[in-house]
């Protein structure tokens, strides 16, 4: 957590409350660990800056646009982190890091486990696919064009974490992708696509629902979308996630937890 559902609901939350404001100042948190210089950051909000957002897989772009200057900051949003808007009649929230102050409001980027990053570029992460969610037509064709990898090889339950291929699928959403397909996860992924193609529209339909309904409630992230909580309708959707009626967790091999339908063990 956060997955790219709650990516793509941060980003909404920027863009709605953001929308037409001006922002003049960036504050840091002196004790987080990041070293990103933002003076040229506090050079744009001095202008006089509007603030819009960009989601694409477990990324956030944050855009910082003045009358004659524009830059971006892209966030890794870790465990825990998330942005909310308030006023100035609120207070940040708890373990905020940065603050972008307009004349009577602002927006935090909160995290209570501090594994949040952020850098100053002009694109995403090269390191990344092309979303599920956003890109799908892009993020389909890229699998199926590196079946051939050996990484293909590793277990579908296994490579359905690595965000190379699979950007944006997170712990929450690989259990649930999987679990709705009646087919033997264990497999290579490679096989596995050959006997089971419609996996990669699940990674879309699936990540879809989840947005839909407002994001994952697990751990310490929350919707700042919504203005009551509606996390009974994310606990009814879910079905495998460490649902240990139906599945048992096993670790893969990069030490995640996955929860596997008791079916497929023998």
Partial sequence: ???????????????????????????????????????????????????????????LEVRFESEHNKISL????????????????EAPPKHTHLIFKGENFALCMYDLRRF?????????SDKRGPCPLTEYHQFSSNILNLLDQKDFQKPMYEILMNQKFFNGIGNYLRAEILGRIDSDPQVPALKYIEKNPEVLRM?????????????????????????????????????????SEVCSPIVDGTGRKFWLNKKWIS
């Fill in 1 to 59: 957590m956060p997955e790219i559902a709650e990516i793509k609901i941060m980003s909404d939350h920027i863009n709605n409350r953001c929308s037409g404001k001006i922002f003049n100042v960036v504050w840091k948190n002196p004790q987080h660990k990041s070293k990103t210089d933002l003076t040229e950051i506090s050079k744009v909000l001095l202008e006089g800056a509007q603030i819009s957002s960009f989601s694409r897989g477990k990324e």
């Fill in 203 to 243: 990674c879309y339909e699936i990540s879809k629902q989840a947005y839909e309904i407002g994001g994952g409630r697990l751990k310490d992230w929350f919707n700042n979308e919504e203005i009551e909580d509606s996390s009974n309708n994310f606990k009814n959707w879910m079905r495998y996630y460490s649902n």
């Fill in 74 to 89: 892209f966030f890794m949003m870790g465990m825990s982190g998330n942005f909310k808007f308030i006023t100035d009649q």
């Fill in 116 to 124: 949040a990053r952020w850098r100053i570029d002009t694109n995403w």
